[in-house]
């Protein structure tokens, strides 16, 4: 079994590398959902469920004190501003590119996007 990040969200695999479960961010913060992932991946315990270990990992979040998860959002929000700031960046440079060229960075700079 192997835990990672697929397209943007934590993910169980299997031994044939196909996906046994998503923990998907829904409604939580990136910061949340970042910290949550984390805890996963450093504390997960194969005889619970995905449920239960993610429940462990919102007990982790939401035991933190409000200036940690401030701390931890301010921080992820300085990562979302960077990653716009880049993507808009790359886009300026595009403006003289072809429009193949263009719409293939176009789509990949959604995706990142997405992932922010």
């Not at 005889?47 to 239960?52: A, I, V």
């Amino acid at each position: 079994m192997e835990i990672s990040v697929h397209e943007g969200e934590l993910t169980i695999f299997d031994e044939e590398g196909q996906i046994k479960h998503v923990f998907e961010r829904g409604d939580l913060s990136r910061a949340a959902y970042q910290h949550m992932c984390s805890h996963i991946k450093m504390n997960f315990d194969s005889k619970l469920t995905p449920g239960e270990n993610w429940s462990k990992a919102e007990a982790a979040w939401d035991s933190l004190t409000y200036d940690q998860q401030i701390y931890l959002w301010n921080m992820s929000f300085q990562e979302e501003k960077e990653v716009q700031s880049i993507c808009e960046n790359i886009l300026v440079l595009l403006q003289g590119a072809k429009e193949s060229v263009r719409s293939v960075f176009i789509r990949a700079i959604d995706k990142v996007m997405k992932e922010f």
